[in-house]
């Protein structure tokens, strides 16, 4: 089992960059398929990106292709996603997730564990 916690979250202008961080506890991190996923108020859980155990194969959703970048590192036990030319589209609640086996999946319904999510809100 595996414990997420997401940070770095916060209220942006338009254009502007962010981080979000998600920190994991366990001793397995590195057997987990991680992704994140968003949520903006009155829409659907909707997936973001998402990252293989070792950082070989990553999936992104088409709307952040070339804005945002995910990485992991095995050794910190964390994850990061890097997201650039913010606008107001992307305000929303930011989940990271887990899954421990299986391919590198862009359905909510395939991860197993969820973090509490980090409210990202890009306004002017």
């Known amino acids: 089992q595996v414990q997420l916690v997401e940070s770095g979250g916060g209220l942006v202008h338009p254009g502007d960059s962010l981080r979000l961080s998600c920190a994991a506890s366990?001793?397995?991190?590195?057997?987990?398929?991680l992704g994140w996923f968003r949520q903006a108020p009155g829409k659907e859980r909707e997936f973001v990106a998402a990252?293989?155990?070792?950082?070989?194969?990553?999936n992104y959703a088409d709307f952040v292709k070339g804005r945002f970048t995910i990485s992991r590192d095995n050794r910190q036990n964390t994850m990061s996603l890097q997201m650039n030319s913010l606008n107001a589209e992307d305000t929303a609640v930011y989940y990271c997730?887990?899954?421990?086996?299986?391919?590198?999946?862009?359905?909510?319904?395939?991860?197993?564990?969820w973090g509490q999510g980090t409210q990202v809100t890009v306004s002017s």
């Open positions: 990252i293989s155990r070792t950082p070989g194969i990553t």
């Open positions: 997730a887990a899954r421990p086996f299986g391919r590198v999946a862009d359905s909510a319904s395939e991860y197993d564990y």
């Open positions: 366990g001793r397995t991190f590195s057997s987990y398929i």
